[in-house]
């Protein structure tokens, strides 16, 4: 079994930051790319940023300039630094990971995710 658990999601104010974590635990034999989605109401989920193992990135062109992604692989663990917050931002924030696990099964896993909401 195979968990990601996220944290740091909350009410920020417009302009302001937060930083969102996710660990991921279980029977993981390795972790390949590992990145952040998120939904608004009434839309889809979407890609806000990735990382591969290695350390590439890619980014929302709505989120460049201002989001960090990064990763720990010690700790399975991937962040996203979020800046200059907009309301545009709010959202449930999932992550989302592809995962080897001890049994050799690759499967694409996911947060339960965290809610952003970016208000005054």
């Known amino acids: 079994q195979v968990q990601l658990v996220e944290s740091g999601g909350g009410l920020v104010q417009p302009g302001g930051s937060l930083r969102l974590s996710c660990a991921a635990s279980g029977s993981i034999f390795s972790i390949n790319d590992m990145g952040w989605y998120r939904q608004a109401p009434g839309k889809e989920r979407e890609l806000v940023a990735a990382?591969?193992?290695?350390?590439?990135?890619n980014y929302a062109d709505s989120v460049k300039g201002r989001f960090t992604i990064s990763r720990d692989n010690a700790k399975n663990t991937v962040y996203l630094q979020m800046n200059s917050l907009k309301a545009e931002d709010t959202a449930v924030y999932y992550c989302?990971?592809?995962?080897?696990?001890?049994?050799?099964?690759?499967?694409?896993?996911w947060g339960q995710g965290t809610q952003v909401t970016v208000s005054s």
């Open positions: 989302n990971a592809y995962i080897m696990t001890t049994t050799w099964r690759p499967y694409d896993y």
């Open positions: 990382i591969g193992k290695g350390g590439s990135t």
